[in-house]
C-alpha cells in the first residue's frame, strides 16, 4: 500500500480525517485542511515533494513560511526544503535576481515584463525532471505567487501543466477602515475595530499578522486604518508609535498602512492659528510632520482625506479649493514617495439641487490641477453605496487626474452584517459599466486601470467590514465580500463566478453541487437585495441614522438625507427626475448615455426611478403597469431570501456544522427582514399609488402606522 493512503486511513481511523466540524471562521479562505481526495492528494505530493525556496528578505520569510504551513496541512505531512534540483516534483520560488535556478528555468522571459507585484507560474522539464517554478522580479510577486499556489491546491486545481502569467492591473489595492480611535467602527458591524489602539504598540496581537496575509493572499498591498471622519490625535507623537508597530506587522506581507489626515489638524494639535492649505505655516506644519512620520514608517503610503463633506473640515473652509488642499497634502508626502487619495464625496452643505450632480460640479472643474502624486477617491455611484446606483459620472470625465475607485465592503445600506449579499455582482457591474467617455469601450474598469487615460498611478480602495469579531466579518459570507474586493482590485476582469467559486471551494465544500448549489445563491444575493429594499432604480429609502431596514417615510432634517427627497412619491408617480427637465444629472454623462438615461423609454429599468419620476400606470417590459411591477418585484426579493434558507437547510450535515448553523439562523433573519421591508416599503407607497396589491403579492403582516412606528436603539455602526 502506498505510504500517503496508508497515512490517510491512520488519520481517518483516529477520526482526524474527517473535515473540521465546527468551523469558527478565524482561518478564512486559507483554512489549509488536509485534502480529502486522494488522487489529488497524490498528484499535490508527486508535483510538490520537494520546496527550494531563495531569498531572505522579510518577505521572502513570509513566502516561506506560509508556503511550508499551507502544504504540510493540505498533504498532512511534513513539507521537505531541498536545496537543489536533484529528483523532480520540486517546487521552486524566487525572484530572477536572487535566485540563479529560477533565471535558469524561465530563460524566456524578458526582464522588466513582469514587475516587482507580477509573477510566473510555471511548469517546466529540465534534464527529465518536472519542476514547478514561481518567479517574481520582487519579492512581493514571489509571495503573491505563493498565495495563488496554495489557492489552486486549496481548490484542488490541476498541477501537472501550468502556465500562469499574472499582473496586477492596479497600483494601490487599498482597504479603507473607517475605525476610530475608541474602537469604535463607523457603520461596522462585525465587532470592535481590529486595532487594539490601548494596547498598542506594546501588545502585537496575533490577529494582525493573520489580517496582514489574508489581504496578501488576495494582493491587497496597503490599509487605510483611521476613519475618513478623522481624528487629528492620530498624528501625534503618541499614536504614531502605534501606528509604526503595525506598520511593522504589516511590511512582511507587502502591505503598507495610510492614515487618515484631518484637514484641521494644524490648529487643532499643531498649535497653528489656521489650516488654510495656502498659509507657509501650515504646509510646513504637514511637511514636519510627514518627516516625523516617515522617520517611523519609512515606507508609510500617504494620505486619505475627506474634506468639506458631511461637516468634515477642509480648504474650503479658508475659501480655497480641494486642488489647494489636495497638493499641500501630496507636497508633504512627495519626498518620500508617498500619496494623496482625495476623496470625491462632497455635496453641498447647505441647499443642494441635486445631491448626485454636486461632486462632478466640483471636482470636474479641477481636472488637471492636482499634483502627480494625487488620486482623485470616488465612490462607485453618485449618492451613497447603495443597492443600485448608475456609475459615478465622474468616471471618464477627469481625463487629467487618476480616479480611484472607492466600493464600500461593510454592508451599511445592504442589511448590515446580517443579510447575505454577495457584492461582486456589484462591483463587476460598475467596472463593466461602458462611460463612452473616448467611444464605446470606455468602461469604468479601464479608466481604474489607467489605460484608458494613460495613468500610472492607479487604485482601488473597499471600505472594510472586518472587525474583532471571530469570524472578522461578522457574516461568513462577509467574508466571501473582503475576498471579492481584493481579486477585483488585481484583477477588475475577473467575473463574480469565478470568484464565488474560488472562494466557496477553500472556504466551504470541495462537492462540486454544493459549490453549485452555493454559487448560485450567492450570484442571485445582490439582486435579491436590491428587490426587496430598492428596486427599478429606487435609493436611500432607508431608515434614519442607523440606515438599517425600511424608512421610506423619512421627511425631517436636511433635504437630501430624507428619503422622501430620493423617491418622490405622489399621487401622480414615483421617482427622481433627473432628465433634462429636471436636474439633468443625465447630462453628466457622455453621449449615447445622457440620451438613453434621459429617455424612459430607453433607460434602463433598472435605473428607471434613479432617472425618470414615473407615473404609476406607465407601462413595463413586462406588460404591467409600474405599481404592479414594483409590488412584484419587492415579492420577488422576499420568496429568493426565503428560497436561500430553505436550500441551505438542504446543507445540513453536508457541511460544517458550525458554519451551517451559523448561516442558517442569519439567513432566517434575512427573511424576516425582506418581508419586513416589502411590507413597509408597499404599504407606505400604497398611500400614493392607491392601488391594490397585484395577485401573487403577499398581504402585509402588519399595518402601517406599525412599521412607522418601529423603533431600535444601539443598531451598531454609527
Ligand atoms: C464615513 C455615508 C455614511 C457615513 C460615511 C460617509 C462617507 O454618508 O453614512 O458614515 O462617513 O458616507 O463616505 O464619508
Not at 461596522?188 to 496575533?206: M, T
Not at 490577529?207 to 501625534?236: F, H, Q, W
Request: hydrophobic fraction near 40%; glycine fraction near 10%.
Amino acid at each position: 500500500m502506498k505510504k500517503e493512503i496508508l497515512v490517510i486511513l491512520i488519520l481517518a481511523g483516529l477520526g482526524l480525517f474527517t473535515p473540521a466540524m465546527a468551523d469558527d471562521g478565524y482561518r478564512l479562505w486559507l483554512k489549509y485542511d488536509q485534502i480529502t481526495d486522494i488522487a489529488y492528494l497524490k498528484e499535490c505530493n508527486k508535483i510538490l515533494s520537494g520546496v527550494m525556496i531563495t531569498g531572505d528578505s522579510p518577505v521572502i520569510s513570509a513566502a516561506h513560511d506560509e508556503l511550508i504551513a499551507g502544504l504540510a496541512g493540505m498533504t498532512g505531512s511534513q513539507v521537505t526544503e531541498v536545496s537543489s534540483l536533484k529528483s523532480s516534483g520540486t517546487l521552486v520560488a524566487g525572484t530572477f535576481r536572487s535566485s540563479p535556478v529560477v533565471a535558469s528555468l524561465l530563460p524566456d522571459v524578458e526582464p522588466g515584463t513582469i514587475g516587482e507585484e507580477g509573477y510566473i507560474i510555471r511548469s517546466v522539464t529540465m534534464g527529465g525532471k518536472k519542476i514547478t517554478v514561481i518567479a517574481s522580479e520582487g519579492d512581493r510577486g514571489v509571495l503573491y505567487g505563493v498565495f495563488h499556489l496554495l489557492r489552486l491546491v486549496s481548490m484542488q486545481s490541476p498541477l501537472e501543466d501550468l502556465s500562469i502569467t499574472e499582473k496586477p492591473a492596479t497600483v494601490l489595492r487599498l482597504l479603507n477602515h473607517w475605525d476610530n480611535l475608541d474602537r469604535s467602527v463607523e457603520r461596522g458591524y462585525a465587532g470592535e475595530s481590529v486595532w487594539n489602539w490601548h494596547l498598542l504598540p506594546g501588545y502585537i496581537s496575533p490577529r494582525y499578522r493573520d489580517y496582514a496575509r489574508a489581504n496578501a493572499s488576495i494582493g491587497i498591498n496597503g490599509t487605510v486604518i483611521t476613519n475618513v471622519n478623522a481624528n487629528a490625535l492620530v498624528l501625534t507623537p503618541q499614536y504614531l508609535v502605534k501606528v509604526a508597530a503595525l506598520a511593522d506587522v504589516m511590511r512582511p506581507y507587502g502591505i503598507k498602512v495610510y492614515l487618515t489626515a484631518r484637514f484641521s489638524a494644524p490648529a487643532e494639535t499643531g498649535g497653528l492659528a489656521t489650516s488654510d492649505p495656502l498659509d507657509p505655516a501650515v504646509a510646513r506644519w504637514w511637511k514636519e510632520k510627514a518627516s516625523e512620520i516617515y522617520a517611523l514608517i519609512p515606507d508609510f503610503g500617504g494620505f486619505l482625506v475627506k474634506a468639506n463633506s458631511e461637516g468634515q473640515p477642509g480648504p474650503q473652509n479658508y475659501g480655497r479649493s480641494h486642488a489647494d488642499g489636495a497638493n499641500m497634502l501630496a507636497d508633504a508626502v512627495a519626498p518620500y514617495g508617498g500619496v494623496g487619495m482625495w476623496r470625491a464625496f462632497v455635496y453641498d452643505n447647505n441647499i443642494p439641487v441635486d445631491r448626485a450632480k454636486q461632486a462632478y460640479n466640483e471636482f470636474v472643474p479641477l481636472d488637471g490641477s492636482f499634483r502627480s502624486n494625487v488620486l482623485v477617491q470616488v465612490k462607485n455611484g453618485a449618492v451613497d453605496f447603495q443597492p443600485r446606483e448608475p456609475f459615478h459620472p465622474l468616471f471618464g470625465a477627469m481625463p487629467s487626474t487618476p480616479l480611484m475607485m472607492e466600493f464600500q465592503i461593510t454592508q451599511e445600506y445592504l442589511g448590515c452584517s446580517t443579510h447575505l449579499v454577495f457584492l461582486a455582482p456589484l462591483f463587476e457591474e460598475c467596472l463593466t459599466s461602458d462611460t463612452h467617455a473616448a467611444g464605446p469601450g470606455s468602461d469604468v474598469a479601464k479608466v481604474i486601470d489607467g489605460t484608458l487615460h494613460g495613468h500610472s498611478l492607479t487604485g482601488m480602495a473597499g471600505v472594510a467590514n472586518i472587525g474583532s469579531e471571530r469570524n472578522w466579518t461578522g457574516h461568513l459570507f462577509g467574508q466571501a465580500n473582503w475576498y471579492a474586493f481584493g481579486r477585483l482590485a488585481w484583477q477588475p476582469s475577473l467575473s463574480s463566478a469565478t470568484i464565488a467559486s474560488e472562494w466557496i471551494r477553500m472556504t466551504l465544500t470541495h462537492d462540486p453541487e454544493i459549490a453549485d448549489g452555493i454559487s448560485t445563491m450567492m450570484l442571485s444575493s445582490r439582486e435579491a437585495a436590491v428587490n426587496y429594499m430598492t428596486p427599478l432604480g429606487l435609493h436611500h429609502i432607508m431608515a434614519e441614522g442607523h440606515h438599517w431596514g425600511p424608512g421610506p417615510w423619512v421627511n425631517r432634517g436636511r433635504p437630501d438625507w430624507t428619503s422622501v427627497y430620493y423617491h418622490r412619491a405622489d399621487t401622480i408617480g414615483i421617482g427622481f427626475n433627473r432628465t433634462r427637465e429636471g436636474s439633468d444629472a443625465v447630462s453628466q454623462y457622455f453621449p449615447p448615455l445622457n440620451d438613453i438615461f434621459n429617455d424612459p423609454a430607453e433607460c434602463p429599468e433598472n435605473m428607471l426611478l434613479w432617472f425618470h419620476h414615473v407615473p404609476w400606470d406607465h407601462t413595463m417590459k413586462s406588460g404591467r403597469i409600474l405599481w404592479d411591477e414594483m409590488c412584484i418585484r419587492y415579492q420577488e426579493g422576499v420568496n429568493a431570501a426565503e428560497v436561500y434558507g430553505a436550500y441551505w437547510e438542504t446543507l445540513n450535515g453536508r457541511i460544517d456544522n458550525a458554519q451551517y448553523e451559523h448561516v442558517r439562523q442569519l439567513l432566517k433573519i434575512q427573511a424576516r427582514e425582506a418581508r419586513w421591508w416589502k411590507d413597509a416599503c408597499l404599504l407606505y407607497f400604497q398611500t400614493f399609488s392607491r392601488r391594490p396589491f397585484p395577485a401573487g403579492v403577499d398581504k402585509p403582516e402588519n399595518d402601517l402606522a406599525y412599521y412607522r412606528g418601529l423603533r431600535f436603539y444601539y443598531v451598531p455602526g454609527i
